[in-house]
């Protein structure tokens, strides 16, 4: 575990520079969201119409003003609704709105996803166009679409005059259909065309839906042609996205593609640890260890399951053990539940006590060596079916008394030695599920 919590020091330590110029999550509600009947604190219709105004006024001499016709109606009808101020209505309208929880402040770096992370700060960053476009493509659940809302915060924030989109693919496509049917092309073309950066989220769901994807083509090219900004996501590379035209897919890759990988043990645990933080919940490290070792599908899954231990342990009203994590997550732990080897156990052990693997087989007798062994010919007793001359065989060769000794060393060191116990209670638990 020392070694480990170093990519996370260096995650922390990126994350400070970027605190002075991210604005904390609360303000960027304020001033950015604009949906005061369901985001405003219930503070009363009139304050939450001039918080509208405030927000909407600058928007009108930035870009957005060009595209803002009804501007002036906007003076003599001063009580109606947020909604039918000109040009942010418009933004709103095209723009999904963003988790104010998708900053790059919230964002956990390890090595997984530090290219995607650089890439999008760069961006998000830069003044002018940089790698154009960028494609962020991984798993689901991996932090795609953070990212995204993380760029968008951040350009919105340094430049509210930048006219930034980001939707899904889906909704890109809604949008268009929608255009079709109102014969209302030419204004979709031209509100799309005249963004400054333009965000598609989970683009594979074009693949197979020609018109869509022709028309998401013309978009791209006259964006990228005029020097606009283009960020994609998608579950695959371009290369790999079937359904999609040779010549999208090609455009695809020509900026920055950048990928997600699936998460590590490390990134796992400072996600977890990130998140405790921010909930202010007292959750032990075992049990963060635990998690981290044992949902390793996605982090929706991961913060899911800290969700869920943490509304639990308030509910009922006691503290977050490992016993009540498993009791709590017994459903989703059993999806994982399958029988565990000798081998697994032996790596597990090693790397839980820091010592080479060959050392489970090894002839060395120093403590340090000597005691995770046991440890592991313990568990491998406990938890297979293996007998005890076949364990010995697998640690080396050694006799059945030498695994009998073993077992009984390490029962007995549980009943002396707290933290030894709760070290092969840890390593049980994380075995067997
Ligand atoms: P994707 O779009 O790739 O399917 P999301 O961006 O929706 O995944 O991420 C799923 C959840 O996991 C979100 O709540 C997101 O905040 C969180 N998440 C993913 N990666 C990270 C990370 N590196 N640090 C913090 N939270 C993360
Ligand atoms: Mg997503």
Redesign the pocket.
């Known amino acids: 575990p020392g070694v480990q919590s170093v990519e996370i020091v260096v995650a922390t330590s990126q994350k400070s520079e970027t605190r002075a110029s991210e604005p904390p999550a609360s303000e960027i509600r304020a001033s950015e969201i604009r949906a005061p009947e369901t985001r405003a604190p219930a503070s009363g219709p009139a304050p939450a119409r001039s918080r509208a105004r405030a927000v909407a006024e600058p928007a009108l001499d930035g870009a957005a003003a060009a595209v803002a016709p009804s501007a002036p109606a906007y003076a003599e009808a001063e009580p109606a609704p947020v909604a039918a101020v000109g040009g942010a209505e418009e933004r709103e309208d095209l723009s999904a709105p963003l988790d104010p ?2 900053t790059f402040e ?4 390890g090595k997984p ?1 530090e290219l995607a992370f650089a890439a999008a700060r760069r961006v998000a960053d830069a003044s002018a166009v940089t790698f154009n476009p960028l494609f962020l493509y ?1 798993g ?8 995204m809302h993380a760029i968008a915060w951040h350009i919105r924030r340094k430049d509210p005059s930048r006219r930034v989109i980001y939707l899904s693919a889906e909704k890109f496509m809604y949008q268009f259909i929608r255009a079709l049917r109102f014969k209302d092309t030419m204004a979709f073309k031209e509100q799309f065309r005249s963004v400054d950066v333009l965000m598609i ?1 989970d683009v594979q769901f074009i693949s197979g839906k020609d018109s869509t994807q022709e028309e998401f083509f013309h978009t791209f090219n006259a964006l990228v042609d005029q020097n606009r900004q283009v960020i994609i ?1 998608a579950d695959k590379s371009p290369s790999d996205l079937e359904g999609m035209e040779e010549r999208l897919r090609s455009r695809l890759g020509w900026g920055l593609v950048a990928d ?1 990988h699936p998460t590590t043990y490390e ?1 796992r645990l400072g ?1 977890l640890q ?1 998140k405790a933080d921010q909930m202010g919940a007292k959750i032990p490290q075992k049990v963060l260890e635990f998690l981290a070792h044992k949902i390793t599908s ?3 899954e991961l ?1 899911g399951a800290l969700n869920r231990i943490v509304a639990h342990a308030e509910l009922v009203g006691r503290a977050i053990t490992l016993e009540s994590t498993q009791e709590v997550l017994h459903d989703l732990l059993r999806a994982s539940n399958r029988r565990v080897t000798i081998e697994e156990i032996q790596k597990k052990v090693a790397e839980h006590f820091n010592i080479r693997l060959s050392d489970m087989s090894s002839a060395r007798r120093a403590r340090a060596v000597a005691r995770p062994r046991q440890v592991a010919m313990y568990l491998a007793k406990q938890l297979t079916q293996r007998s005890l001359p076949e364990i010995g065989r697998k640690f080396g060769d050694r006799d059945h008394t030498t695994v009998m000794h073993a077992v009984r060393k390490v029962e007995e060191l549980c009943g002396t030695d707290p933290a030894f116990a709760e070290d092969v209670e840890l390593l049980r638990r994380m075995l067997e599920g």
């Open positions: 929880r998708f919230n964002f956990v770096v996803n991984g689901v659940g991996l932090g795609k679409t953070h990212l989220d996501s997600i990134l996600i990130q996605n982090v929706r913060e």
